[in-house]
T-cell receptor, first 115, second 109 residues
Framework: DGGITQSPKYLFRKEGQNVTLSCEQN?????MYWYRQDPGQGLRLIYY???????QKGDIAEGYSVSREKKESFPLTVTSAQKNPTAFYLC??????????????FGPGTRLTVT | QKEVEQNSGPLSVPEGAIASLNCTYS??????FFWYRQYSGKSPELIMS????GDKEDGRFTAQLNKASQYVSLLIRDSQPSDSATYLC?????????FGQGTELSVKP
């Protein structure tokens, strides 16, 4: 089955610890994205990558880091510098090109709680 | 002005009725428009995409786009309790997807 997987589904960490969220896709999509969703709010873009070994900051990149060493994988690290890390984190992927339609498909999400 | 605006709701409709969800956007140059459905505690699911003026129908869903008015809507015919969810409007701007806050829809049996 083609799709996007995120692990773990729930993650609990102590304040001050870095944590890495996994995102893998087998859709052969070039572009991958990380969003954050807080209760009652829309999605906010953290980082995105349109090609291997390249990524760009989104609207709320402070306190986060990413890597894109493989087309299939786009892990997100939430660092201790992120002031309010507790949130629902969503990974998405899409085709990328001059066609520009950019239909994005989401993984199931990781719910991170930091205490 | 928000880049993508939706009424937060909740919008309540009786089972079998038509639910109408609305969205306006600020960038006149936007070309691609999407509707996502998000059940409580789950991730968004793409249900409709529309790229040109007019209507696009898919089963019980119809997306309507009016670029002159910068307005996109989603109609759900014969609404079912299983349609109860938050519906997110999203617009491509500068190669990135910009989301509205979402409209909560409740379909009452």
């Amino acid at each position: 089955d083609g799709g996007i997987t995120q692990s773990p589904k729930y993650l609990f960490r102590k304040e001050g610890q870095n944590v890495t969220l996994s995102c893998e896709q087998n859709l052969n999509h070039d572009a991958m994205y990380w969003y954050r969703q807080d209760p009652g709010q829309g999605l906010r873009l953290i980082y995105y990558s349109q090609i291997v070994n390249d990524f760009q900051k989104g609207d709320i990149a402070e306190g986060y880091s990413v890597s894109r060493e493989k087309k299939e994988s786009f892990p997100l690290t939430v660092t201790s510098a992120q002031k309010n890390p507790t949130a629902f984190y969503l990974c998405a992927s899409s085709t990328s090109g001059t066609g520009g339609f950019y239909e994005q498909y989401f993984g199931p999400g990781t719910r991170l709680t930091v205490t | 002005q928000k880049e993508v605006e939706q009424n937060s709701g909740p919008l309540s409709v009786p089972e079998g009725a038509i639910a109408s969800l609305n969205c306006t956007y600020s960038d006149r140059g936007s070309q691609s428009f999407f509707w996502y459905r998000q059940y409580s505690g789950k991730s968004p699911e793409l249900i409709m995409s529309i790229y040109s003026n007019g209507d696009k129908e898919d089963g019980r869903f119809t997306a309507q786009l009016n670029k002159a008015s910068q307005y996109v809507s989603l109609l759900i015919r014969d609404s079912q309790p299983s349609d109860s969810a938050t519906y997110l409007c999203a617009v491509i701007k500068g190669g990135k997807l910009i989301f509205g806050q979402g409209t909560e829809l409740s379909v009452k049996p």
